[in-house]
């Protein structure tokens, strides 16, 4: 039973940085490329950034490009996005997720296999 549990989501004030991780289990971690998602309230759920399953390529959205950084530890089968300069438009739930054939076309979500619940992530002004 493949399971992806993100944490580290919570309050923070604008400027301020939040680290996610997402724990995988239940598949081979290495095997999968790892993207973040995330879904504000009314919205649509946005690509925000995603790693190949070396880590060696990294994809990130234009809006989050410069203010995220997406890393993954393989032997440890987590995945991280640290975001820093945080603005209250990156209010929303964050979700990770894993496909095993997204290749470069990482921003699409219908192509991962798994998804987590999610995490809030509140940025306050």
């Known amino acids: 039973q493949v399971q992806l549990v993100e944490s580290g989501g919570g309050l923070a004030q604008a400027g301020g940085s939040l680290r996610l991780s997402c724990a995988a289990s239940?598949?081979?971690?290495?095997?999968?490329?790892m993207g973040w998602f995330r879904q504000a309230p009314g919205k649509e759920r946005e690509f925000a950034a995603a790693?190949?399953?070396?880590?060696?390529?990294?994809y990130y959205a234009d809006s989050m490009k410069g203010r995220v950084t997406i890393s993954r530890d393989n032997a440890k089968n987590t995945v991280y996005l640290q975001m820093n300069s945080l603005k209250p438009e990156d209010t929303a739930v964050y979700y990770c997720?894993?496909?095993?054939?997204?290749?470069?076309?990482?921003?699409?979500?219908?192509?991962?296999?798994?998804w987590g619940q999610g995490t809030q992530v509140t940025v306050s002004s």
């Open positions: 239940g598949l081979t971690f290495s095997r999968y490329t």
């Open positions: 790693i190949r399953e070396s880590g060696g390529l990294t």
């Open positions: 997720a894993a496909g095993a054939s997204v290749y470069s076309r990482s921003y699409r979500p219908n192509l991962y296999d798994y």
